[in-house]
């Protein structure tokens, strides 16, 4: 029979991934709720010119990625390809920025029709935080740190370079782009195809191309840093020096843009350090004009999102996975398999155990099964011991089997535990 197959650029999440997508998860929810950043979860579907207009015509999201479609009742949907957006419309939509804090995290999926490889998928998770209607480059530096911290938590700092870099304000990126058009006219026959497009419709994305010939001839472009007024000048240093005292390192790439005219000052991305095609882990900055393009409000933001997928490649390199104990549970009489559902809900405080119950066969093929499923140990509740209101545990790692008191299975449990770690 022909395997059944995933729809192309999806994949499913099993068994060790599994494991540390929760870890992600996890540690980067904890570290968001130290700092105060309410959980949002915006739908998958929204209309389409949410992204149409907030990631831009030309966009290669938009232009080709999307996977857009009209409904049964002619609605112009989109499955989101970011979260950012959604996260931004649903601030004014429930008017959550006439409250106070207005810090937010999300996760889950996003929706890109890419050509896969590794490292890209159509269907990927991300995780991100968004932090809305604080101008000060100290909101950058908060959500920098708590990018950094991630990285930290997650054992994968080595692995990462932080890349930062400022785009100016519009006037500064305005001024600097007419010199970048000028600088890249005289070789416009020579750039790479999706140069030439973008040197008309975003030169701002050249800086970013990958293609060598279009590397060599940008190597002596003019640079942002020396296009920035005095107030775009200000907010990086002040960026700069707080993430020197704060002991983040950094790396600074005059190359790092973000092409749409709602971005505007920091953009900053953690890097895997191995030279391969999809090494950007995280992606951030901020984007003081796009909760107006979406909604005409004038509030500013900054956020990154991280591929939660491109993560777990690194993850898996640092942290291993911490199994809990497996304690398999069968009664020897069908009649008490009751029982057994109760013995669980005394057991549900028990964080470090995973409970298997085991139906049918004779006690042997339990037996069997209980060891199959690498169990540490076996309760068993027979006739006689339901009784005397006991129950047996047979210890696999020492094969001592031992009589236990109904009530206390509980606190032997932990104590066994202790005793193993
Ligand atoms: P890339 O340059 O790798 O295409 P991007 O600029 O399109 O990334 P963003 O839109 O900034 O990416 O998304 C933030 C992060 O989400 C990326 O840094 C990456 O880790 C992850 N990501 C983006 N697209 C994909 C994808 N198709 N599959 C898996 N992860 C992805
Ligand atoms: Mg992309």
Not at 97 to 119: D, I, L, S
Not at 234 to 258: A, Q
Not at 272 to 295: C, P
Not at 396 to 413: A, C, D, P, R
Request: positive net charge; hydrophobic residues 35%.
């Amino acid at each position: 029979m022909s395997k059944i197959k995933t729809v192309k650029g999806t994949h499913d999440i099993l068994e060790e991934d599994s494991y540390f997508f929760d870890e992600v998860i996890s540690k980067a929810t904890s570290l968001c709720k130290l700092l105060d950043y309410k959980k949002i979860q915006t739908p998958i579907l929204e209309f389409s010119n949410l992204f149409s207009k907030t990631l831009g015509l030309s966009s290669d999201v938009v232009s080709k990625e999307m996977f857009a479609f009209i409904d049964q009742g002619g609605e112009h949907l989109t499955l989101r390809p970011e979260g950012t957006a959604p996260v931004a419309r649903a601030l004014v939509s429930n008017s959550l920025h006439e409250k106070q804090n207005q810090k937010f995290f999300y996760y889950g999926p996003m929706f890109r029709r890419e050509k896969p490889q590794a490292g890209r998928l159509r269907q990927f998770n991300q995780f991100g935080v968004e932090y809305f209607n604080q101008p000060s480059f100290l909101c950058d530096i908060e959500v920098i740190f708590l990018a950094n911290k991630l990285m930290n938590e997650l054992n994968i700092s080595e692995y990462v370079n932080l890349e930062i870099n400022t785009i100016g304000n519009f006037n500064s990126r305005k001024k600097y782009q007419e010199k970048l058009i000028q600088y890249l006219h005289p070789y416009r026959n020579e750039l790479s195809d999706q140069s030439k497009k973008r040197l008309i419709k975003n030169p701002l994305r050249i800086l970013d191309s990958k293609n060598e010939t279009d590397k060599k001839i940008l190597s002596q472009a003019p640079r942002i840093g020396d296009f920035l007024d005095k107030e775009s000048q200000i907010f990086y240093e002040g960026l700069k020096e707080l993430l020197v005292k704060l002991k983040v390192r950094f790396i600074e790439n005059s190359k790092l843009v973000r092409g749409l005219d709602y971005y505007n000052h920091s953009v900053f991305e953690f890097i895997s350090k191995e030279e391969k095609a999809q090494n950007t882990v995280l992606a951030g900055g901020r984007y003081d004009g796009l909760v107006e393009t979406i909604t005409g409000k004038d509030i500013c933001g900054v956020g990154w999102a991280l591929g939660i997928e491109r993560i777990i490649l690194m993850v898996k390199k640092k942290l291993s996975v911490k199994n809990k104990i497996i304690i398999s549970i069968f009664s020897t009489s069908d009649n008490l398999n009751h029982e057994i559902f109760k013995i669980i809900s005394d057991l549900k405080d028990l964080k470090f155990i995973s409970l298997n119950i085991i139906y049918g066969g004779n006690l042997k093929k339990k037996f069997v099964k209980a060891n199959k499923l690498k169990s540490s140990g076996c309760i068993i509740l027979g006739e006689d011991e339901y009784k005397k209101k006991e129950l047996i545990y047979k210890d696999f790692i020492t094969g001592n089997q031992l009589i236990i008191k109904g009530s206390s299975i509980k606190e032997f449990l932990q104590k066994e535990h202790f005793k193993n770690e």
